[in-house]
Antibody, heavy 118, light 107 residues
Framework: QVQLVQSGAEVKRPGASVKLSCKAS????????MHWVRQAPGQGLEWMGI????????NFAQKFQGRVTMTRDTSTSTVYMELSSLRSEDTAVYYC???????????WGQGTMVTVSS | DIQMTQSPSTLSASVGDRVTITCRASQSISSWLAWYQQKPGKAPKLLIY???SLESGVPSRFSGSGSGTEFTLTISSLQAEDVAVYYCQQYYTDPFTFGPGTKVDIK
């Protein structure tokens, strides 16, 4: 079935970087844009950015410009999101989500908890 | 950026009640609005897309309406399993902003 499986929880020190993965299966990987959304503990959903798995083009929320990188590996149907210069405010669950027009985010990964703590 | 607001922020109702949540956009987004349900510890689940289209597999007690800047999500008969936080999201243009959420529980 169509699913997105994300990598496991991470604990990082302030200033470090984290690279998360999201592996797609059950559909043609290059056909659908992939988004990343994060959710701090007890808070709402925050859109981070988008990658086109077909050509690798990206677009990020201004808040994350310069700190986030999104890449993809078409051979393994996996997208990656790397966030650098981590601070405590980056502690959150990070989700990947497939965007299907005209439906919006129809398939979500299970989420990856990232904890930033000294 | 397009700002999304929701009201109320919390809602307590009885099983069987009709429940309505409102979402407003800071500018017109046509019908490019989605509603998601999120239960504790789980990823959001798509309920409604393009303002009023029901996602496959979602119970018919959920419905959406609106266009432009004002939208509503209605649960026609609240069930115990509907306890969750509900988010609206505009996908008219990036950044694809979400509303702050409405927490629904049982009275």
């Amino acid at each position: 079935q169509v699913q997105l499986v994300q990598s496991g929880a991470e604990v990082k020190r302030p200033g470090a970087s984290v690279k998360l993965s999201c592996k797609a299966s059950g559909y043609t990987f290059t056909t659908y844009y992939m988004h990343w959304v994060r959710q701090a503990p007890g808070q709402g959903l925050e859109w981070m950015g988008i990658i086109n798995p077909s050509d690798g083009r990206t677009n990020f929320a201004q808040k994350f410009q310069g700190r986030v990188t999104m890449t993809r590996d078409t051979s393994t149907s996996t997208v990656y999101m790397e966030l650098s210069s981590l601070r405590s405010e980056d502690t959150a669950v990070y989700y990947c989500a497939r965007k299907s027009m005209p439906v919006s985010f129809d398939i979500w990964g299970q989420g990856t908890m990232v904890t930033v703590s000294s | 950026d397009i700002q999304m607001t929701q009201s109320p922020s919390t809602l307590s109702a009885s099983v069987g009640d009709r429940v309505t949540i409102t979402c407003r956009a800071s500018q017109s987004i046509s019908s490019w609005l989605a509603w998601y349900q999120q239960k504790p510890g789980k990823a959001p689940k798509l309920l409604i897309y393009k303002a009023s289209s029901l996602e496959s597999g979602v119970p018919s007690r959920f419905s959406g309406s609106g266009s432009g800047t004002e939208f509503t999500l209605t649960i026609s008969s609240l069930q115990a399993e509907d306890v969750a936080v509900y988010y609206c999201q505009q996908y008219y243009t990036d950044p694809f902003t979400f509303g702050p959420g409405t927490k629904v529980d049982i009275k």
